[in-house]
């Protein structure tokens, strides 16, 4: 038998040295190829098509050997192919693990359930996570039983996605650097992209029979397909989603049932594989955890929230029981001190009286005698005003006309403003509800702040008007002719001072203190350019009331 010359044979296979371009599988960056035979034969001949002839021309010779080295050939080409595949499958693996430690980094790290959420469907979206088109996130509201559609991630249309896959492409941002700019810029645009859809998205938890819902309760990930057919999905369902083929990846943290994620190639129609659901499955379970995680953090901040405002509320409480105890320490003492002085006040007011009833008109101790009995009337009214502060602290309410209750102080103090020529212009609201208020501690307090603003003026105008606000009624009264400044303004709400305009006294001080006690509002605002405005905001609920 006779085997071809060395020179017959194509391949470059029996040569120690060749030179560029006699083998054309090695190309610039293998030259060390070109010295090295046993490389250039393992990694370029046994793929060469010259090789492969040379070799057939060996087996048509008849050698002995020609069997082995075609078996020899073909189980080292057959190992050769199983190494790339176990060392793509390896760099596949690799990169699925580098990408699973960054998404737990994240999910470990985040108590914000926005950034939970947009971490987890950008994973399951973007190519550099696991590449599907669409995402919908189903969360259980437990109050209700039901599974309810609460975010999605994802095209509608091939030139959306043409677009965001672009956008993606061009950019340079890491898998958190994609959920931080979707958080950042596209979720509530997602979210609303998707309303139509997510509205819809509501599976009763206790429908046993329902896909969904079995996924869910035997936590295994399903690979719908053929769902138009399915007797155990809702053909409205599948409607819905517009897609045969879809994955069901359940959420569930230890035993509860947090939600379950929808995923889907709604574009691009790529099969979707047993590999795809198992790589997306080890990926749930960190998901749900952070989910549940965030959420219980979400209410214990609500919880906190509301026992802050517990302890606010109970410090005003506590606040307000102590000033309530000193006023009613100050109620007892005035009340105590003006019943000692009244009866002693009064002889001397009535035989002053007496005696000025029986003095002649050209007696020269008649102006004295008036004096006592003038002085004596103030200081009997200064004594009722202090009584009445001592009564005002528990005030009995009712609901009353806010027109009325106006319209019953103007009339009481209707003389006064008549001597002193001033007029009262009273605009009363139409369809005013009722007000719930003490009605004679108010009107005394609206008679209080009237009579206190015409004192020691002449020719004025007073604007009384009656409006709603909100759930509230308004009494406004408006002073044209007087001119406060900031520190007469605080005078005037402090008891037992006295301004150069509004005399001394407690009226102002005893009406703002009667009206804080059926929580009703004084506010006094006199501005630079002239004017007291006098706001009274009555409620009109019982439940508004301390």
């Known amino acids: 038998m006779e085997i071809a010359a060395r020179s017959e ?56 050997l020609s069997t082995v080295f075609s ?97 993606v492409d061009s950019g340079d941002l890491d898998l958190q650097g994609l959920a931080q700019n979707f958080r950042a810029t596209k979720l509530s645009s997602e979210r609303d992209k998707f309303h139509d859809i997510l509205d819809r998205l509501v599976v009763p938890l206790n429908d046993d029979q329902h896909l969904i819902v079995r996924a869910l309760e035997e936590r295994q990930p399903l690979l719908v397909t053929d769902a138009f057919h399915r007797s155990d999905l809702d053909i409205e369902f599948a409607r819905l989603l517009g897609v045969d083929t879809f994955l069901v990846l359940p959420l569930v943290s230890r035993h509860r049932r947090v939600g379950v994620i929808i995923a889907d190639n709604f574009i691009t129609h790529r099969t979707i594989t047993e590999q795809d659901m198992h790589s997306i ?33 109970l410090q005003d409480q506590q606040e307000q029981l102590v000033r309530m105890e000193k006023m009613a320490l100050v109620g007892r003492i005035t009340s105590s001190i003006a019943h000692s002085i009244r009866n002693p006040l009064m002889v001397i007011g009535g035989f002053a009286r007496s005696i000025l009833k029986s003095t002649p008109d050209n007696d020269p101790k008649r102006g004295f005698i008036g004096s006592i009995v003038t002085e004596a009337q103030q200081l009997e009214q200064v004594l009722g005003e202090i009584l009445t502060y001592s009564d005002a602290l528990f005030p009995t309410c009712d609901f009353w006309n806010p027109n009325q209750l106006v319209e019953t102080s103007l009339r009481d103090i209707q003389e006064r403003v008549v001597s002193q020529d001033y ?27 009237l009579l206190s603003t015409i004192d020691g003026l002449q020719n004025g105008v007073i604007d009384i008007s009656t409006v709603r606000s909100g759930d509230q009624v308004q009494v406004r009264i408006v002073d044209h002719n007087r001119r406060l400044s900031e520190e007469e303004l605080e005078a005037l709400l ?51 009331m301390p």
């Open 71 to 167: 078996v020899l050939h073909n189980d080292y080409r057959r190992q050769k192919g199983q190494i790339q595949a176990l060392a793509g499958f390896l760099d596949t693996k690799s990169l699925e693990m580098r990408f699973m430690h960054e998404l737990g980094s994240v999910l470990q790290s985040s108590v914000d359930l926005d950034e939970v959420l947009s971490v987890a469907l950008t994973a399951i979206t973007a190519g550099k996570g696991f590449g599907m088109n669409r995402a919908f996130l189903l969360l259980a509201d437990k109050d209700r039983h039901i599974l309810k559609g609460h975010l999605a991630i994802g095209p509608r249309t091939a030139e959306e996605a043409g677009r965001t896959w672009h956008e």
């Open 9 to 64: 044979w194509e391949c470059c296979w029996d040569r120690d040295t060749i030179v560029m371009g006699e083998c054309p599988n090695i190309n610039p960056g293998d030259e060390d190829l070109l010295t090295s035979r046993s490389r250039r034969l393992l990694e370029k001949c046994v793929d060469c098509e010259k090789f492969k002839r040379d070799l057939a021309r060996f087996r048509e010779s008849g050698h002995p």
């Open 423 to 449: 007029t009262c212009h009273f605009h009363a609201g139409e369809f005013l509800p009722t007000v719930y208020i003490d009605f004679k501690q108010t009107s005394y307090c609206i008679r209080n702040i």
């Open 281 to 313: 499955e080890t990926f749930t379970f960190p998901v749900a955890f952070a989910i549940e995680r965030a959420s219980l953090y979400e209410r214990v901040q609500e919880e906190v929230e509301k026992l802050k405002q517990a302890n606010l509320r």
């Open 494 to 544: 402090t008891p037992f001072t006295e301004t150069c305009e509004m005399g001394s006294g407690l009226n102002m001080a005893l009406s703002r203190s009667m009206l804080e006690k059926q929580n009703i509002p004084l506010l006094v605002v006199a501005p630079p350019e002239g004017g007291v405005t006098f706001t009274i905001t009555l409620p009109t609920r019982k439940e508004d």
